[in-house]
């Protein structure tokens, strides 16, 4: 299938300000693009690329005193197929596990395995390890956290989605992330689009989406407490340990978000066939 996906973002700052951003879809999947990702800024800016210890591209830029807009189009191959679930991974042993994987068993910003550890074993000692361990603490998030959109809250960890039982994607991903490092399966946060393909469409306006890896049987599997089942078309961005590694945009200074649009949608390739 092919997806067209894109955004218009709008920032407005009192004053010159530094600023990076992780806008650019993640480079495991730049392959798969059919249109060029360009990043368009209206007033233009100076602005480069790097890449991040996490292997995101990321932008670096001085925002202009006033409004700044972000946006970009593009179209994207993808498989059509849903999310792999390996019913069957197995569960490393720590001593066995590769070396790039044990940050991700780390606590972190919004992950307080430290806090959460107890919790976690309370609730999760006795479910069979590998992925069956890590549905079942998907299912415990994914009923534990009532979701809101306009209950979402920046400042929010793990614990405090654990205690106030509400939020949004980050939310459940944080909590999934924290509780899965707590039982000794490494876990990273992502980053991406992923629209209405293949559900019933939601009257709620399209976001970013939120949801995670668990490193099982030597690979990277999606996990996604949010949704709690297999979905079409995630595009990622990028990865980190938390939502401070992959914000989609990080300011040195006063800011305020004064505009957001997201676009996902499954391109009718008969159609554009017919009207190409």
């Known amino acids: 299938m092919q997806i067209k996906a894109g955004y218009t973002l709008t920032y407005e700052c009192p ?11 993640h480079p495991s999947r730049r392959a798969d693009l059919l249109t060029p990702e360009v990043l368009t800024f209206d007033p233009p800016v100076e602005h480069w690329d ?3 210890g996490f292997g995101n591209v990321c932008t670096r830029l001085t925002a202009p005193a006033g409004r700044l807009t972000i946006s970009t189009s593009f179209e994207i191959h993808d498989s059509g197929r849903q999310d792999y679930i390996p019913h069957d991974a197995i569960q490393h ?6 070396d790039h994987t044990l940050v991700y068993l780390l606590g972190s910003r919004y992950c307080e395995t430290d806090v959460l550890s107890d919790i976690a074993w309370r609730l999760f000692q006795n479910t069979q390890p590998g992925w069956p361990r890590v549905q079942a603490i998907l299912d415990f998030v994914h009923n534990h956290i009532r979701f809101d959109y306009m209950r979402a809250d920046k400042t929010r960890s793990a614990y405090g989605g654990y205690l106030q039982k509400e939020g949004v994607c980050r939310d459940f991903t944080h909590l999934a992330v924290a509780f899965c ?9 992502c980053t991406g689009y992923l629209g209405d393909i293949g559900v019933p469409v939601t009257a709620a306006p399209m976001d970013f989406s ?4 668990v490193y099982l049987g030597g690979h990277w ?17 990028a990865i980190g340990r938390d939502a401070t590694d992959v914000a989609l945009s990080t300011q040195f200074g006063p800011t305020t978000l004064v505009g957001f649009n997201v676009v996902t949608d499954e391109i009718d390739t008969a159609v554009a066939r017919a009207t190409g």
């Open 15 to 25: 004053a010159p300000t530094p600023t990076l951003l992780a806008l650019k879809i």
């Open 50 to 52: 790097y890449t991040d």
């Open 93 to 98: 042993d720590i001593k066995d596990l590769p």
């Open 181 to 189: 490092r707590c039982m000794n399966i490494p876990a990273r946060y």
């Open 210 to 213: 939120a949801w995670f890896e």
């Open 221 to 237: 599997y999606t996990a996604d407490a949010r949704n709690n089942r297999p979905r079409i078309g995630r595009i990622l961005m």
